[in-house]
T-cell receptor, first 113, second 115 residues
Framework: AQKITQTQPGMFVQEKEAVTLDCTYDTSDQSYGLFWYKQPSSGEMNFLIYQGSYDEQNATEGRYSLNFQKARKSANLVISASQLGDSAMYFCAMRRAGNQFYFGTGTSLTVIP | GAGVSQTPSNKVTEKGKYVELRCDPISGHTALYWYRQSLGQGPEFLIYFQGTGAADDSGLPNDRFFAVRPEGSVSTLKIQRTERGDSAVYLC?????????????FGPGTRLTVL
């Protein structure tokens, strides 16, 4: 079974600090993609970062980086220098070769001023 | 508009009625996805179109759900004999191609409430 697990339903971080949001996945596929999305209270899903299963280097996009540990099947999101606008739900997702997407249950991040 | 649009933004219906939800993807995007998001959950995959054809409809929960994309752009998700358990936000997303590195662009969703 394909599965994404996010074990942190809620996280708090002080403004300007870094925070790590956990994600583990379960697949028997060799080729897959891992994504993180941000969903603010307005509801729209916004793409943050992508990591391919064959990528050897961790993906980075501005203040976002993905800590990819393939052997452990984990794809944690690191947000550096947190800002108040980072407060939102964060979803980890996996894309199989057949283009099915599987999402985790999300982590609610609150940035404290 | 530049983004994915979905109409209506809200739909309230009675149990047993038929509803249609529309998705207008970004122009030129060949891949289109439908998801259902229940309160407190992540999006649940329903169906994926590549062009006009449904490449994968394995996420549709039962035969009351059907989706079409007759001209390879706009898609309609159709739900027959609605049930209270169908209440959720229905999200549509599109991407440029089917390649794995292409991000999906999501629409704002349609909030369906079945009374």
């Amino acid at each position: 079974a394909q599965k994404i697990t996010q074990t942190q339903p809620g996280m708090f971080v002080q403004e300007k600090e870094a925070v790590t949001l956990d994600c583990t996945y379960d697949t028997s596929d060799q080729s897959y993609g891992l994504f993180w999305y941000k969903q603010p209270s307005s509801g729209e899903m916004n793409f943050l970062i992508y990591q391919g299963s064959y990528d050897e280097q961790n993906a980075t996009e501005g203040r976002y980086s993905l800590n990819f540990q393939k052997a452990r099947k984990s794809a944690n999101l690191v947000i550096s220098a947190s800002q108040l606008g980072d407060s939102a739900m964060y979803f980890c997702a996996m894309r199989r070769a057949g283009n099915q997407f599987y999402f985790g249950t999300g982590t609610s991040l609150t940035v404290i001023p | 508009g530049a983004g994915v649009s979905q109409t209506p933004s809200n739909k309230v219906t009675e149990k047993g009625k038929y509803v249609e939800l529309r998705c207008d993807p970004i122009s030129g995007h060949t891949a289109l996805y439908w998801y259902r998001q229940s309160l407190g959950q992540g999006p649940e995959f329903l169906i994926y179109f590549q062009g006009t054809g449904a490449a994968d409809d394995s996420g549709l929960p039962n035969d009351r759900f059907f989706a079409v994309r007759p001209e390879g752009s706009v898609s309609t998700l159709k739900i027959q004999r609605t049930e209270r358990g169908d209440s959720a936000v229905y999200l549509c997303a599109s991407s440029l191609t089917r390649e794995s590195y292409n991000e999906q662009f999501f629409g704002p969703g349609t909030r369906l409430t079945v009374l």
